[in-house]
């Protein structure tokens, strides 16, 4: 939780995704800054992953129906294209 809440103070524009359990992972939270930045993190479940954002002004969507959004494609192909 901590790293959440770090990732958020820190961070400008964060929106929250929140991804269900699958048969190889439980359910997580994926938080996105403005620039694409992303941290993703195991929860609990469901409602406490939207609790902690709405909690704190972050939105929250269901990643399964949204998806995730193109900044953070773009940002992991910047990062790719950086070497790192």
């Known amino acids: 939780m901590e790293h959440l809440e770090s990732f958020i ?4 524009g964060v929106e929250g995704l929140v991804e269900p359990r ?12 403005h620039d694409g930045e992303w941290t993703r993190r ?5 409602r406490w992953a ?6 704190r002004m972050v939105p929250s969507y269901d ?10 494609r773009d940002y992991n192909r910047r990062r790719k294209q950086e070497g790192r």
């Open 42 to 46: 195991r929860v609990p479940s469901v």
């Open 9 to 12: 103070a820190t961070r400008r």
């Open 22 to 33: 699958t048969a190889v992972s439980d359910v997580t939270l994926l938080l996105v800054a």
């Open 63 to 72: 990643a399964a129906v949204v998806g995730v959004p193109q900044r953070m």
């Open 50 to 55: 939207h609790e902690f954002c709405n909690d």
